[in-house]
């Protein structure tokens, strides 16, 4: 079992930079690979970027590409999201996510709660 905690979101210009941070519980958690998604209200939830248990392995969604970096430190537990040069159509609630078994989350087990971010123009 992995409990998900997200913290970093906010308010930020056009242009500016957040860093989302994730940390899980469970003692497995270098075990998992870890990602993000968002969700804006009338869409469907969209994968932003994920990453393999070791960090050997990143995907990313071509909309974020060049702008966000994901990461993770499994000596804490702990996956984060680097979103730079941000637009008004990043805003969003972001989700980390986890799986035990698919490095890109392709099917998810674990959500956490959400944050949200938004960007103003």
């Known amino acids: 079992q992995v409990q998900l905690v997200e913290s970093g979101g906010g308010l930020v210009q056009a242009g500016g930079s957040l860093r989302l941070s994730c940390a899980a519980s469970?003692?497995?958690?270098?075990?998992?690979?870890m990602g993000w998604f968002r969700h804006t209200p009338g869409k469907e939830r969209e994968f932003v970027a994920a990453?393999?248990?070791?960090?050997?392995?990143?995907y990313y969604a071509d909309s974020v590409k060049g702008r966000f970096t994901i990461s993770r430190d499994n000596a804490k537990n702990t996956v984060y999201l680097q979103m730079n040069s941000l637009k008004p159509e990043d805003t969003a609630v972001y989700y980390c996510a986890a799986d035990r078994f698919n490095s890109d989350l392709r099917q998810v087990g674990y959500w956490g709660q959400g944050t949200q971010v938004t960007v103003s123009s």
């Open positions: 990453i393999s248990w070791s960090g050997g392995r990143t």
């Open positions: 469970g003692r497995t958690f270098s075990s998992y690979a």
